[in-house]
């Protein structure tokens, strides 16, 4: 009895994984027949709970981010086999095209002409330079441990633990967050040039600017939609993908967006019912449990074991920092960065259950002079 049900877990797993997969390619194909004779291309599956959000600088969940891929864009992204190319931006900055400054420590994004968002207004630089700041804001509540890989930009630090420790908490003056804030170092130089500066010259910045950290959000959408701006009809998003509904614990639908710069989409739509979920203790998995009787004949109950992988989790189980040395700062860095690109990436190898990618992998993934300048 034990191994079947542990063959009917690895099953389970392994069409959980191959939804995520579809998923994350939905994104990446094109059309090329007649509009009209083309019968509507419509994905559905289901993803394990409800997302918790979906506000790129907030979120850091598997779940959350798959869709958030399919929303938002940054100006780089990585192509499948994990290198950084150009997304919203017209080129990947270098020393040569004069996007790197000499020191390294100067980063110029020029971004491709005629960016929108999804309601058609105008996606500039300075949508850029808020986006980023308000990731480092103190109050900003979600997911906290990302920022501190993006400490390297200056004033980055101060103006995130302006509110000090637990053991040491501070309250400062409105004023004085407002001028940690405009002291972080991501300027937009104009509408089409965003600028950041950093304290030390880094090889892993452009890998954590792909990330779904680094994409925009829309400060009217927030202003006006306050908590609730995530919602649909509420949420203005960049990618090729449009939210058109969420039934909170039951489905959420994605829809091309008419205004997305890059390749259309292969999918028209995006239809994905929500399984609740809990994590069994130390397993690495996640099961559907707990569905009301009413909702257990629903279309999206079904019991489903798919992977949970925490960064810090993740790099506890694969070896990437020992007992003897767990506050290690780069071998902490590498981990999550590695553990953020497999969460972006959607061409993933699965060996056994829960095994991601090795931090061998991972450094070879980076590159060797990414990993000296941890």
Known sequence: MATALAKGTRWWAMLALLAALILGMAACGQGGEDEESKVPQVFRARIAGDPETLDPQKGGFATDI???????????????????????????????????????????????????????????????????????DPTLGGNQYYQTLYYDIEGAMEY?????????????????????????????????????????????FLYLMALWPGYPVKNEAITSGGDAWIEAGNLVSNGPFMLTEWAHDQRLVLERNPYYWGPKPGLERLELGLLRIRVRGNTGVESAVGLAPDRRAGPFAHNVAEPHNGPIDFAARHGCFSSRNVYRRASIRLCLIAQAMYLQS???????????????QARAAIGQSAVASL
Request: aromatic content about 8%; charged content about 25%.
């Open 346 to 360: 959607s061409s993933v190898v699965w060996g056994k259950m829960g095994r991601l990618i090795t931090c061998r």
């Open 66 to 136: 798959s869709i958030m891929r399919q929303l938002f864009r940054g100006v780089v992204a990585f192509d499948e086999n994990l290198n950084v190319v150009a997304a919203a931006a017209a080129e990947v900055p270098s020393v040569e095209n004069a996007g790197i400054s000499d020191d390294g420590l100067t980063y110029s994004f020029e971004l491709r002409d005629g960016l929108m968002w999804s309601d058609g207004s105008p996606l500039t630089a300075y949508d850029w330079e808020y986006s980023l700041k308000r990731f480092f």
């Open 160 to 204: 995130h633990m302006a509110l000090g420790t637990p053991d040491e908490p501070r309250t400062p003056a409105e004023s004085e967050l407002v001028s940690l804030r405009e002291a972080v170092s991501v300027d937009a130089v104009d509408e089409d040039t965003l600028q950041i500066k950093l304290l030390d010259e880094s090889n892993t």
